[in-house]
Nanobody
Framework: QVQLTEYGGGSVQAGGSLSLSCVSS????????MGWFRHTPGKEREFVAG?????????YYGDSVKGRFTFSRDTPKNTIFLQMNDLKSDDAAVYFC????????????????WGQGTQVTVSS
């Protein structure tokens, strides 16, 4: 059974930082791309960051987070991370870990597996 479990999140003031992590189990990670999405009620789900697990092709970011968020992975621990700096009120959302076959599918939002989500709140 595939499980993606997010950790981190919480509340932070605008300009602050938070770090998210997502631990995977039951999935053959080298065959997948993994990343982060976010969703706020009333808005479309948004691709935040991700990469193919094997690392080829580099990391991809949504336009709204480039230069502020950093995606990384710890291969032995089957874990991906999202370091979020200079957080803005528009970054407040539920953040989801996701896995799918290719980075192209990931960026399109064609997802095989989702985590349960973790809330990020940004206060001004």
């Amino acid at each position: 059974q595939v499980q993606l479990t997010e950790y981190g999140g919480g509340s932070v003031q605008a300009g602050g930082s938070l770090s998210l992590s997502c631990v995977s189990s039951g999935i053959d990670l080298p065959r997948y791309a993994m990343g982060w999405f976010r969703h706020t009620p009333g808005k479309e789900r948004e691709f935040v960051a991700g990469a193919a697990w094997h690392g080829g092709g580099g990391n991809y970011y949504g336009d709204s987070v480039k230069g502020r968020f950093t995606f990384s992975r710890d291969t032995p621990k089957n874990t991906i991370f999202l370091q979020m700096n200079d957080l803005k009120s528009d970054d407040a959302a539920v953040y989801f870990c996701a896995a799918t076959g290719t980075i192209a599918d990931l960026r399109q939002g064609w997802i095989d597996y989702w985590g349960q989500g973790t809330q990020v709140t940004v206060s001004s």
